[in-house]
């Protein structure tokens, strides 16, 4: 659907990189630029010294991409960056004011060419630097993520959610930018922040009725027992989202499941465990033998050992 749009990208770590690599997926050529010396630090820095999983993100994101280590101290980069963007149609940008300055990126250098340019910062209204969990706790969502823990350690939901979000959205205003530049042969920019994202694209799932409400229970997070996750005899779990009169007729004639239809949005315990004593007398095996060929909204989850 992108081909021949070429976009060059300046950024690293995480939300940059995935927008890249969602227009790379639609066909576009992307051309990520890295400082020969620091380069990416998923992959050189102090993220690949701590957790080497970080270096499989970094392969992951950028593997359709085309790498290219520049040194951002020659005398002559803003040349060989001018050189590659001459005929790009989008830059992604995911660098310091001073940086920025010096490789020929402010806007004074870029205005006269005629491209798409997305920018990432963090907030439009908090002035400091934050990571993923900081835009989950600022824009209330981790308070969702706690409502039920009362242990002193609670570790973080189990993937990035407000970064990849982001990056779902700069690909998405890029695009949109493109589409503008194209339209009007001009210079286009826009900035996206993590922080904003994070409360744009989650608030409708925990809006501001709900929380002050004080709900904390729902139907994707375990509040009923026709949604939720059971364990097996043999340690692993299955996932139930029986959720429409079909599937929750079909699983009870398939498992002796003693709660009818309309118990199954019943958040009482005894209602869970009814569902649960089933499950646990089962192996995984068994009930991936009986669901065969059959459409029940039940997977199997195996947990890792």
Not at 172 to 178: H, N, P
Request: charged share 25%; aromatic share 8%; hydrophobic share 40%.
């Amino acid at each position: 659907m992108l081909k021949g749009i070429k976009i060059i990208d300046f950024s690293h770590r995480l939300p940059g990189p995935l927008a890249g690599k969602i227009l790379s997926d639609l066909g576009a050529e992307v051309i990520k630029i890295e400082d020969e010396t620091h380069k990416d630090p998923f992959l050189s820095g102090m993220f690949s010294h701590f957790d080497e999983s970080f270096k499989i993100w970094y392969e992951e994101l950028n593997k359709n991409k085309k790498i290219v280590r520049l040194n951002f101290k020659s005398p002559g980069i803003k040349e060989e960056i001018q050189g590659l963007l001459k005929d790009a149609q989008g830059l992604i940008l995911s660098l310091s004011p001073k940086l920025k300055i010096n490789l020929g990126l402010d806007d004074e250098s870029l205005k006269s060419l005629n491209i798409s340019v997305i920018e990432l910062e963090a907030s439009s209204t908090h002035n400091k630097a934050m990571h993923d969990l900081n835009a989950l706790a600022l824009s209330g969502f981790l308070s969702l993520h706690v409502a039920h823990e009362t242990g002193p350690i609670v570790p973080p939901p189990f993937l990035p959610v407000a970064g990849i979000a982001f990056g779902q959205q700069v690909a998405t205003e890029l695009l949109a930018g493109l589409i503008e530049s194209m339209k009007t042969k001009k210079f286009i920019k826009s900035v996206c922040y993590l922080h904003d994202t994070a409360n744009s694209i989650l608030h409708p799932f925990w809006p501001t009725l709900l929380r002050e409400e004080k709900r904390t229970k729902f139907l994707h997070n375990g509040a009923y027992p026709c949604y939720s996750l059971y364990k097996t005899s043999d340690g692993h779990y299955v996932a139930l989202a029986a959720v429409e009169e079909k599937f929750w007729t079909d699983l009870c004639e398939t498992f002796p499941i003693d709660l009818p239809l309309n118990k199954r949005f019943e958040n009482s315990e005894a209602a869970f465990n009814k569902v649960s004593n089933v499950f646990a007398k089962l192996t995984s095996s068994e009930i991936e033998e009986r669901i065969q060929d059959k459409e029940l909204c039940l997977s199997i989850v195996r947990k890792i050992s």
